[in-house]
């Protein structure tokens, strides 16, 4: 295959890139975009801040935007991201206890049920845990209402779309380490206690060098019953970048249950990082890392 989507098509997965509503209208960016990728996932658009603005006042125009490309050029859509610490809206932000569980309960039910048979899978609960040896949970004001805020969310995620699949998605879970082993026994947790979860995202946002042990990670989550996806690929431009690109789409591959893989953008003019971290350059030419995956895939 000649194409990013195709080639991971061969093996019934998908490959993705973030995008934005204003970015369909550029042309160059849009060539690309529809040539290479079969998935989306909105950047910015789909967060809370953005399409509940003010309290039960939902905008949904840009997210929708976005499902009607992807819909008219058969692409699936991974929705990011139901409940997360930041990108709150101000009116969320200043809110604790009982009446925040209930407005983000309530944002959970009404974002899924306005998508409602259009996700392919939903970022229910986007790093809720926290960096460092801990394992815990990242202290917020959502994780200040109770530790069962996760699972309630999931709950009212499924209730809502009961088509997609639910994932728990985060960064720095690269390896086996404190965090992502603390993530790990959530999900096992959620599985022996019928939590509704199907599917856990590695944002992967790298450096320069890629943990040993990333395809060994990726394994014992998918060995708990649940599919893994990268959701969030970048990695900083440098002598290793096509070859840290080609060893995360070769982990994935090796995983069954690894269904799929998505950029955190198209290319780097776009990119939210500013080390050139994505598989076009500036002009649209494909990078080394490109090729790479490509032929990975
Ligand atoms: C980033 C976007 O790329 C930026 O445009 C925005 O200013 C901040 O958020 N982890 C996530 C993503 O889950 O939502 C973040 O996206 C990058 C880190």
């Given at each position: 295959a000649s194409t990013l989507g195709a080639a991971a098509a061969q093996s019934g997965r998908y490959f993705g890139a973030a995008t934005n509503s204003f970015q369909l209208s550029n042309s160059a960016y849009t060539t690309i975009l529809n040539r290479e990728f079969n998935s989306i996932v909105a950047e910015n658009e789909m967060k809370w801040y953005a399409n509940e603005p003010q309290q039960n006042v939902f905008n949904f125009s840009a997210g929708d935007r976005l499902v009607a490309h992807a819909r008219a050029n058969g692409m699936s859509v991974r929705g990011?991201?139901?409940?997360?610490?930041?990108?709150?809206p101000g009116w969320a932000q200043n809110m604790s206890g009982t009446a925040l569980r209930n407005v983000a309960i309530n944002h959970v039910t009404q974002v899924a049920s306005h998508y409602r048979g259009q996700?392919?899978?939903?970022?229910?609960?986007?790093?809720?845990f926290a960096d460092g040896g801990s394992g815990a949970r990242r202290d917020s004001n959502l994780q200040r209402t109770g530790n069962d805020w996760i699972e309630a969310a999931f709950r009212a995620a499924r209730a809502a779309d009961p088509g997609a699949k639910l994932c728990y998605n985060d960064y720095n879970t690269d390896g086996i380490n404190a965090k992502s082993t603390g993530i790990y026994n959530m999900v096992r947790d959620f599985k022996q206690r019928g939590v509704p979860i199907d599917c856990v995202g590695f944002?992967?946002?790298?450096?320069t060098t890629l943990a040993s042990d990333y395809q060994a990670n990726l394994q014992r989550f998918a060995d708990l019953g649940v599919d893994v996806q990268i959701t969030e690929l970048d990695v900083a431009q440098g002598a290793n970048q096509a070859s840290i690109y080609e060893r995360v789409t070769r982990a994935c591959l090796a995983v069954t249950r690894c269904t799929g893989i998505t950029v955190w953008g198209v290319w780097d003019a776009a990119s939210w990082r500013d080390d050139n971290p994505l598989l076009f350059d500036g002009n649209g030419n494909k990078k080394p890392a490109y090729t790479s995956v490509l032929n990975a895939l």
């Open positions: 990011h991201t139901l409940l997360w610490h930041a990108q709150q996700i392919h899978s939903w970022d229910v609960v986007n790093e809720a944002q992967s946002h790298l450096g």
